[in-house]
């Protein structure tokens, strides 16, 4: 089950590829990751979708990671005498929190934590960026708009203010609820939307109390002002291209996605690009060349991983959107400008031991021709140092701990293996090569670069390097 790239694939799970069949054709077409999306279907849906994803990783005994990505707010106006409304450019439009069916001169806005911090100036997009207007006059419970980008609009439409930082909790109780189950049931990875500030992060770190890893989805314009803090909080990042590019002019998106990715790598925390990657593959069996084109620029960039949304989830051609990803990843890897630019894109290595080692493993596999770095691990630290670097070999993780072999499914270069903890070094040099051997990394007479922390078995220990024959 060796994958033959480095860029992970996340796949998410829907009514088009929920049963346990489906899901094992998905996953040896290339799916490392698994989404579980819990803005749509049921705690008892997401069970039986957990459930066999568990039941293929006893089989196949590779670990499989699975996210779950939490809702988060949604802002929405109210409902219509009518169904809909049609808004002309230049007309007046007020927002209030009456509960009287809307029609063309008002709607209810049941938020009045949003309304609290309107003001003359400020723009709102309706139906995600289909209709706009600006704020003329706001008031307690109430605000007037011009509308300035006119359309039809009608009941429950979203609503988004860019620009402005709403005093909304990222948390839902939907959320908290969802948290809870997802926890109990094992969720590697927890994907928060609606992040504005760092302090949003700790709110979910503490509720998550390390039984699973942070995942951040960048999809406001608040939270790229604080761009590095917030990553600094996480445990990784998603670019949310769909919500970003709502709030911000799409000519914005790729240089922001640029940005954020270049961000992830200085800090050594892995990054998703996800949203509308293989979008036309909903419904035909083949993506546009733009579309690989994207897939080809996220893998260019130094991506962790791609994500497929209801390509994989409610799409006619799962399977294929999942292959042809795949393919994608696989063949821009082997273009000699993706090589060239990995090989210039080396952060600088932070003032510790494990820096040190792992950037000299990779440097003593280049100038040996070894077949792979080997990383000990017990937290993933080391691992997450080692692919910061982007080695040129493959990056074979060893760890004790079956929780930090999932959560390395979704991070660049890293094939993770469970295995009991080593206690001598002599241990260490047999069992990286039998494995490496096994894994199909290496063969007889070729040369691994191991490294590990003595003593054995202590978190974050990284202090030495091992060049090793295979037998």
């Not at 029609?103 to 911090?117: F, N, Y």
């Not at 949304?309 to 799409?315: K, M, N, R, T, V």
């Not at 280049?366 to 080997?374: E, F, K, L, M, Q």
């Amino acid at each position: 089950m060796r994958r033959q790239r480095n860029t992970k694939i996340i796949a998410t799970l829907g009514p088009a590829s929920s049963d346990p069949a489906r899901i094992e054709t998905l996953f040896r077409a290339g799916a490392d990751v698994f989404r579980l999306n819990f803005s749509h279907g049921e705690h008892a849906d997401h069970r039986q979708r957990y459930e066999a994803i568990r039941e293929l990783e006893r089989r196949t005994g590779r670990p499989i990671s699975i996210l779950m990505d939490l809702q988060g707010p949604k802002l929405r106006v109210g409902k219509f005498a009518d169904g809909k409304v049609a808004l002309e450019t230049g007309q007046r439009f007020r927002f209030d929190l009456d509960d009287k069916p809307g029609d063309a001169k008002r709607v209810r806005l049941p938020h009045p934590e949003v309304l609290s911090v309107l003001k003359p100036g400020t723009d709102l997009l309706l139906d995600d960026g289909k209709l706009r207007l600006r704020i003329e006059a706001a008031g307690e419970g109430f605000a007037e708009a011009t509308v300035t980008q006119g359309g039809s609009l009608s009941d429950r439409k979203g609503v988004n203010v860019p620009g402005v930082i709403l005093p909304v909790s990222p948390l839902t109780e939907k959320d908290r609820a969802d948290l809870r189950f997802g926890l109990d049931l094992g969720v590697d990875w927890v994907a928060q939307s609606f992040v504005q500030r760092p302090e949003d992060i700790a709110e979910l770190k503490r509720l998550v109390a390390g039984r699973a890893a942070a995942m951040v989805k960048l999809e406001k314009p608040a939270a790229i002002d604080r761009l590095d803090e917030i990553v600094e909080q996480s445990d990784a990042v998603m670019v949310a291209r769909g919500d970003l590019g709502v709030e911000l002019p799409p000519e914005d998106v790729p240089g922001l996605q640029k940005r954020i990715i270049a961000a992830c790598r200085r800090a050594g925390k892995p990054v998703v690009v996800a949203t509308q990657m293989l979008e036309s593959m909903i419904a035909a069996p083949a993506p546009t060349r733009a579309e690989a084109s994207d897939v080809a620029t996220a893998v260019f960039d130094g991506a962790d991983a791609v994500m497929l949304s209801a390509e994989s989830a409610s799409g006619a051609y799962p399977v294929e959107a999942v292959a042809m990803m795949d393919r994608i990843v696989a063949r821009t890897e082997q273009d000699p400008v993706w090589r060239r630019i990995m090989d210039a894109q080396h952060p600088d290595p932070e003032r510790t031991a494990s820096d040190a080692i792992t950037k000299a493993a990779a440097q003593v596999a280049h100038t040996i021709g070894a077949a792979a770095v080997v990383t000990y691990t017990t937290s993933g630290s080391t691992a997450l140092r080692c692919a910061r670097e982007r080695p040129e070999v493959p990056i074979l993780c060893l760890t004790s701990q079956i929780g930090t072999a999932r959560r390395m499914a979704v991070v660049w270069g890293i094939h993770a293996v469970q295995t009991p903890e080593v206690n001598t070094v002599s241990e260490m040099v047999e069992k990286a090569c039998a494995i490496a051997k096994r894994e199909g990394f290496a063969e007889k007479g070729q040369r691994l670069a191991i490294t590990a922390g003595v003593p054995f078995g202590t978190p974050g220990s990284t202090n030495m390097i091992r060049i090793a024959w295979v037998n």
